[in-house]
T-cell receptor
């Protein structure tokens, strides 16, 4: 069990650029979640996959955000035309059905 | 909609003493889970303890225990024999009717030597 892995750890980009983050879940976990955490707040749910199917999306996930999990293993979260308000820590978690979610270290996004 | 409220932004405790962190929640679900997660500075979120709402017995994990009051929708975390390594942000969360976790704003715990 190597844990949930997220890359990159830090991403600095200019406003208007596109960014993509990757999450590798714990290998046997079929559920994968994305959350966003801003300073001084708890994580907020963005979206969730069961295997390759995206089953739930938050209202927070605007049209500029897209997530995929093409083979039911790793997932990518892309943000297009980044804005200042996108600066946050993006957390990935994975789980088995009925079991607690295990989190990765997160990707910190800074928009210049 | 589910909500979680943590009314203590910061708490402090002396090493070896006991501290209780408060959490209240609201949900219309009859079946749900409650969690406490710990997030040390610049480190990943770690599960501390989980409580199933249908279980009346309070969950315990070594020095960590909860006081689950279902009617009052209260879910506090007690840390006994506090250690320096317990210093972190503590988040209360609920999961019910959906796979997503809904978190509170967190309580920053400082442990003084």
């Amino acid at each position: 069990d190597t844990g949930v892995s997220q890359n990159p750890r830090h991403k600095i980009t200019k406003r208007g650029q596109n960014v993509t983050f990757r999450c590798d879940p714990i290998s046997e976990h079929n559920r994968l979640y994305w959350y966003r955490q801003t300073l001084g707040q708890g994580p907020e749910f963005l979206t969730y996959f069961q295997n390759e199917a995206q089953l739930e999306k938050s209202r927070l996930l605007s049209d500029r955000f897209s997530a995929e999990r093409p083979k039911g293993s790793f997932s990518t979260l892309e943000i297009q035309r980044t804005e200042q308000g996108d600066s946050a820590m993006y957390l990935c978690a994975s789980s088995l059905h009925g079991q607690p979610q295990h989190f990765g270290d997160g990707t910190r996004l800074s928009i210049l | 909609a589910q909500t979680v409220t943590q009314s203590q932004p910061e708490m402090s405790v002396q090493e070896a003493e006991t501290v209780t962190l408060s959490c209240t929640y609201d949900t219309s679900e009859s079946d749900y889970y409650l969690f406490w997660y710990k997030q040390p500075p610049s480190r990943q979120m770690i599960l501390v303890i989980r409580q199933e709402a249908y279980k009346q017995q309070n969950a315990t994990e070594n020095r960590f225990s909860v006081n689950f009051q279902k009617a009052a929708k209260s879910f506090s975390l007690k840390i006994s024999d506090s250690q320096l390594g317990d210093a972190a942000m503590y988040f209360c969360a609920i999961q019910g009717g959906s796979e997503k976790l809904v978190f509170g704003k967190g309580t920053k715990l400082t442990v003084n030597p």
